[in-house]
């Protein structure tokens, strides 16, 4: 009914404005049947409005492209990750890189402090899950900012402090969007940002509470003036894993939450809702932090879990699992292997 309702509004402005023209065009989107209907559910499902019918029709050309590569690539047997209709499905992959993964200020490495870790791959337990252990809060959004970095930070945090004194608290974000950027952090806010930066700042001046310095930006796509709260983690350290080092970095992770980058402007990110992601087109070319949560072996391929900050409705409930390989020398897929690091309490 809702859908009829919708159609009928849409023909309704268009008789309104004289535009019999667009009216014709949208009574032939009827025609593709099951696309229109997977796109009207896609509007309700995720609350789209579009400001006219030719934004609507535009929307609904790039949603039908969309839905035929997902359904392509789900056809394909070879394939062992699926992909779905997410949140992102009206967007070009043009549009998709600028509104999720940021402005184009890539993460990059710094000189924070942090110290190099690496370590053997003997005696590590052959599957852990953070999330199971009381070490990993609940999925975040970070919405149409690029703070990627204070997710994945903020992670790694949470599970550190967690581990050490028992107490998962959710920590703010937006402290570290608003007050760890410049020279100093070498973040710039929703313009992307990097984890050891975070964690110099933490370092200095502890981290808040999520409820006591709540996000904002995925709403003002911008930070704020930076607020005084009362810390209520405190990390002492932080340490680099050596890079491309998948061994080092399963020690790392078998001990506690490691924040990583990653490349996450491809359409498999875009649209990617299930299995483990084997794919070497992925790339490397580094623009997404994300928090390693765990790791394992399913159907015979061992996998990364990886926690995202897209919200629940992408991926696994917000998770991803990525390839993972026992090599010294291995960027790994989306280049997962190439900045790992981790706080210490």
Avoid at 119 to 141: E, I, N, Y
């Amino acid at each position: 009914m809702f859908r009829q309702l919708f159609v009928f509004a849409a023909l309704c402005m268009a008789t309104v404005t004289g535009d019999a023209l667009r009216r014709r065009e949208l009574n032939s989107f009827l025609n593709d049947g099951d696309e229109w209907k997977q796109f009207n559910h896609f509007q309700e499902r995720f609350s789209k409005k579009y400001l006219s019918i030719e934004d609507m029709e535009n929307r609904f050309q790039i949603f039908r492209t969309n839905l035929r590569t997902i359904v392509q690539h789900n056809l394909d047997e070879t394939q062992n990750f699926t992909m779905g209709i997410n949140q992102f499905t009206d967007l070009t992959a043009s549009e998709f890189k600028e509104s999720i993964v940021g402005s184009g200020k890539p993460l990059a490495v710094g000189s924070y402090g942090c110290k190099s870790f690496s370590g053997s791959g003997s005696g590590l337990a052959a599957v852990v899950d953070w999330t199971k252990s009381g070490a990993v809060t609940s999925v975040k959004d970070q919405g149409q900012c690029g703070s990627c970095w204070t997710f994945s930070a903020t992670g790694a945090i949470e599970g550190a402090w967690a581990l050490s004194t028992g107490k998962l608290v959710d920590l703010s974000e937006q402290e570290l969007v608003d007050c760890a950027t410049g020279i100093n952090y070498g973040s710039h806010g929703c313009n992307g940002g990097q984890m050891d930066g975070a964690f110099k700042f933490v370092i200095e001046n502890g981290q808040c509470a999520l409820s006591a310095y709540p996000y904002s930006s995925g709403v003002t796509k911008t930070g704020g003036t930076c607020q005084k709260c009362s810390a209520v983690a405190h990390i002492s350290s932080c340490s680099d894993v050596k890079p491309n080092d998948q061994i080092s970095l399963k020690n790392a992770v078998a001990h506690q939450p490691v924040s990583i980058a990653i490349e996450a402007d491809t359409r498999y990110f875009q649209s990617y809702s299930g299995g483990i992601l084997t794919s070497s087109d992925c790339g490397t070319n580094l623009d997404h932090g994300v928090l390693i949560a765990g790791y394992g072996t399913e159907n015979g391929i061992d996998y990364w879990l990886v926690k995202n900050s897209w919200g629940t409705s992408w991926g696994m409930q917000g998770y991803v699992k990525i390839a993972r390989s026992s090599s010294t020398n291995d960027a790994g897929i989306c280049g997962i292997a190439m900045q790992p690091s981790f706080p210490s309490v």
